[in-house]
T-cell receptor, first 118, second 113 residues
Framework: GAVVSQHPSRVICKSGTSVKIECRSL??????MFWYRQFPKQSLMLMAT?????????EQGVEKDKFLINHASLTLSTLTVTSAHPEDSSFYIC??????????????FGEGSRLTVL | QQQVKQSPQSLIVQKGGISIINCAYE??????FPWYQQFPGKGPALLIA?????SEKKEGRFTISFNKSAKQFSLHIMDSQPGDSATYFC????????????FGTGTKLQVIP
């Protein structure tokens, strides 16, 4: 199946700093990628839909200025957590659909990035 | 509101037994129902999926049963193995391009030897 890579897998930062998480589709081009947030023992909550070459679409309640999403190319989307605070600590996961597998509807997920804000 | 309700929250099954996880949805526009498996510290991976034109789909030890009229679907894991221990999420979407996927709350399955 298609491969989605996330980096870094773990990041620890001080409160007030910004952190960037990268999501890459390694063997396919993704015009759309999705960013999820997952709290311990909870489900995946969609944060935003990242569209290549245009602005991201944010879900209700997600702060656009806090979580900056950039989808500059067909294989790369980035999530920047700005002025991070301890409550932003979470597991962030990106996903994408492979156009070649569009008939299956399958989402391919990255390995996730564990953010800890001290 | 697009919700997918999942139960149970956790499940302990003896090795060789059958694990059953249930989900219910509200939005009749949903037409794609996948199940994802997630191991600790990893992203989810597609396990099996079904569309509403069939009532059952089987892949190896994994079977989805789908009841369109009741708006319910379930995952059955036959001959459960310790390696199946993971968190399972049901999901639903209005497939048709890049429609977003709504996930259930997850079921943590533990298969004991």
């Amino acid at each position: 199946g298609a491969v989605v890579s996330q980096h870094p897998s773990r990041v620890i930062c001080k409160s007030g700093t910004s952190v960037k998480i990268e999501c890459r589709s390694l063997d396919f081009q993704a015009t759309t990628m999705f960013w999820y947030r997952q709290f311990p023992k909870q489900s995946l909550m969609l944060m935003a839909t990242s569209n290549e070459g245009s602005k991201a679409t944010y879900e209700q309640g997600v702060e656009k200025d806090k979580f900056l999403i950039n989808h500059a190319s067909l294989t790369l989307s980035t999530l920047t957590v700005t002025s991070a605070h301890p409550e932003d600590s979470s597991f962030y996961i990106c996903s994408a659909r492979d156009p070649a597998a569009i008939n299956t509807g399958e989402l391919f997920f990255g390995e996730g990035s564990r953010l800890t804000v001290l | 509101q697009q919700q997918v309700k999942q139960s149970p929250q956790s499940l302990i099954v003896q090795k060789g037994g059958i694990s059953i996880i249930n989900c219910a949805y509200e939005n009749t526009a949903f037409d794609y129902f996948p199940w994802y498996q997630q191991f600790p510290g990893k992203g989810p991976a597609l396990l099996i999926a079904i569309r509403p034109d069939v009532s059952e789909k089987k892949e190896g030890r994994f079977t989805i049963s789908f009841n369109k009229s009741a708006k319910q679907f379930s995952l059955h894991i036959m001959d459960s193995q310790p390696g199946d221990s993971a968190t399972y999420f049901c999901a639903a979407s209005s497939y048709g391009g890049y429609q977003k996927v709504t996930f259930g709350t997850g079921t943590k399955l533990q298969v004991i030897p």
